[in-house]
């Protein structure tokens, strides 16, 4: 870290500052010359918050050179984590697809859905039991029956399942019953329920917050990391912007940010990222382009009746045709696909 202190600063502000730093057992190297006043700091300075030294009155800037996110940093661990989710593997290669409804709804939709998708080529299914919805009003997830019905239609079809946590009160019952536990874009910073996540032998898929910077949703996956779980996915499903036309704006570069920037596997959402099912195949293929590990894509049997999310959800035929076009391009980006 690097810190310009102001012209007109006194001594005894210095001094301030010097101790702010030394007192936490870093060394300052004092680079200063004629014109300007600048400190080196040496040492880990990840706990560092920059707002700390903000309040400071003598520093003019700050810069740091260290991530902050110490073992999501590819710069500690160079090597691609790979996790194994019942034989599959996410990151180092491969790229996997989970696919299934927004919501499970019934008995007879989840099991139709999950064969579909498992005939064309997923290898994961997707389902949510509790819905985070925007408003009190609407369907709000089957919440312990849909749990119960996911693990019906893994029982059917051998897929493992990934649904989204709510709060930790759940974790037992997910730890026992989920192979991957989501944690959704509203709660990625939920510093709480990651810290007890961080507590557990189970992947995470770490989804990226509605307006969260990429350094954000890395600190955020470096809370579960940092608790000894080191079983993080992250996910990019799409973030705010002043856009309308599409539900989110889907952010590729933040695929190419994560691989520059961490070890962990990143996959995309297409159908969040948009809200359009007519644009999930090209996002999905442009996802795979970019050097994604994978996707996480709706289908729904009957979009037009679906309790949620419907507008996004591809029909099974569609994702079938997507899964063949999927594994054409795979290869020649230098991707596995199963
Ligand atoms: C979901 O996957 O159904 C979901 C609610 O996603 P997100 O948290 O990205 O909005
Ligand atoms: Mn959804």
């Known amino acids: ?41 040496i040492g880990d300075t990840s706990a560092i918050m920059e707002n700390d030294v903000y309040a400071f009155d003598g520093v003019e800037s700050l810069t740091r050179i260290q991530v902050p ?10 090597k691609p984590t790979v996790i194994d989710v019942c034989g599959v593997k996410i990151g180092g290669g491969s790229f996997v697809v989970m696919a299934g409804p927004c919501s499970v709804e019934s008995r007879e939709q989840i099991i139709s859905v999950a064969k579909s998708v498992k005939a064309s080529g997923a290898q994961i299914l997707r389902g949510g039991a509790y819905k985070p919805r925007t408003s009190p009003y609407a369907f ?40 991957i536990i989501q944690v959704g874009a509203r709660n990625m910073q939920n510093f709480h329920l990651l810290k007890a996540l961080g507590k557990i032998d189970k992947p995470i898929l770490l989804k990226r917050g509605l307006s969260a910077t990429i350094e954000e949703w890395l600190m955020a996956a470096e809370y579960i990391l940092a608790g000894g779980n080191n079983k993080v996915i992250l996910c990019e499903r799409g973030i705010r912007t002043f856009e309308k036309y599409t539900r989110n704006t889907l952010d590729l ?5 994560v691989r520059e920037l961490s070890h962990l596997p990143v996959i995309v959402d297409p159908s969040h990222s948009s809200g359009k099912w007519s644009m999930v195949p090209d996002l999905s293929k442009a996802s795979l382009a970019v050097g994604a590990d994978g996707l996480i894509i709706e289908v729904h049997n009957n979009p037009e009746c679906a309790l949620c999310d419907g507008a996004q959800s591809l029909k099974p035929e569609k994702f079938d045709q997507l899964m063949t076009d999927l594994k054409k391009i795979a290869p020649i980006v230098g991707k596995k696909i199963a």
């Open 140 to 179: 709000q997830g089957l919440e312990l029956e849909g749990l119960d019905l996911l693990l019906e239609a893994k029982k059917e079809t051998g897929l493992p399942i990934i649904t989204e946590i709510q709060s930790e009160d759940l974790i037992p019952r997910f730890v026992k019953d989920v192979d």
């Open 69 to 78: 996110f110490k073992k999501a940093s590819k710069l500690m661990n160079p």
């Open 1 to 41: 870290m690097i810190i310009r202190l102001k012209k007109n600063i006194s001594d005894v502000e210095v001094q301030k500052i010097v101790s702010f730093f030394t007192d936490k057992g870093l060394q300052i190297k004092d680079a200063s010359s004629d014109n300007v006043k600048v400190f080196g700091i």
């Open 253 to 257: 570069s933040a695929v190419l940010a």
